[in-house]
C-alpha cells in the first residue's frame, strides 16, 4: 500500500522521484492482498499490478532514502547493511529521530480494521512528508 499510495500522491503532485518497496520476508512474486488492493481502489490508487520482491542490497546500497514501517524493518536492513543509517527511516518519524512509537503495524494476514488503520497512518504520514521528498528531490 505505502508505494502506491506514494507514487498516487507524488504524480498528483508532479514529482519526479523513483518509488519501490520491497520486504524482508523474502516473498517474491506475490500480489498485494485483495484486502490492500480493494483499500487502494477505494481511495482511486490501483496496486493490482504489484508483485512482492524480497530486500535488494544493490538497489538500497542506490537509494537516497528507505522508508520502513516498522522499527524491526529499520533493524533488518541496517543488520546487513549498517553504512546506510543515515538513509534508513520510520516513515512514521521522518525527518525527525526515530522512536519505536511510530511504527506502522505490517497488517498482512489481518482483518479489514488492521488494513485502514495501516492505509490511514500510511496516507497520513505521506502527506506529512511529501513536500519535503518535492523540495529535495524536484
Keep these: 500500500m505505502a508505494e502506491g499510495i506514494l507514487k498516487a500522491r507524488w504524480a498528483l503532485n508532479a514529482?519526479?522521484?523513483?518509488?519501490?518497496?520491497?520486504?524482508?520476508?523474502?516473498?517474491?512474486?506475490?500480489?498485494?492482498?485483495?484486502?490492500?488492493?480493494?483499500?487502494?481502489?477505494?481511495?482511486?490508487?490501483?496496486?493490482?499490478?504489484?508483485?512482492?520482491?524480497?530486500?535488494?542490497?544493490?538497489?538500497?546500497?542506490?537509494?537516497?532514502?528507505?522508508?520502513?514501517?516498522?522499527?524491526?524493518?529499520?533493524?533488518?536492513?541496517?543488520?546487513?547493511?549498517?553504512?546506510l543509517v543515515d538513509r534508513v527511516s520510520l516513515l512514521g518519524s521522518w525527518p525527525d529521530k526515530d522512536a519505536s512509537k511510530y511504527n506502522i503495524r505490517d497488517p498482512i494476514g489481518g482483518a479489514v480494521k488492521e488494513y485502514r488503520q495501516a492505509y490511514d497512518a500510511i496516507a497520513r504520514h505521506i502527506d506529512r512528508i511529501l513536500p519535503f521528498l518535492q523540495a529535495r528531490f524536484t
Aim: charged letters at 20%; aromatic letters at 6%.
Design 15 to 83: 514529482g519526479e522521484g523513483r518509488v519501490s518497496s520491497m520486504g524482508i520476508h523474502g516473498l517474491n512474486h506475490q500480489p498485494a492482498s485483495e484486502l490492500a488492493r480493494q483499500l487502494c481502489e477505494e481511495h482511486g490508487i490501483d496496486i493490482s499490478q504489484h508483485l512482492s520482491r524480497p530486500l535488494g542490497f544493490d538497489e538500497l546500497n542506490r537509494a537516497d532514502l528507505i522508508f520502513t514501517m516498522e522499527m524491526v524493518q529499520k533493524d533488518f536492513i541496517l543488520l546487513f547493511l549498517p553504512h
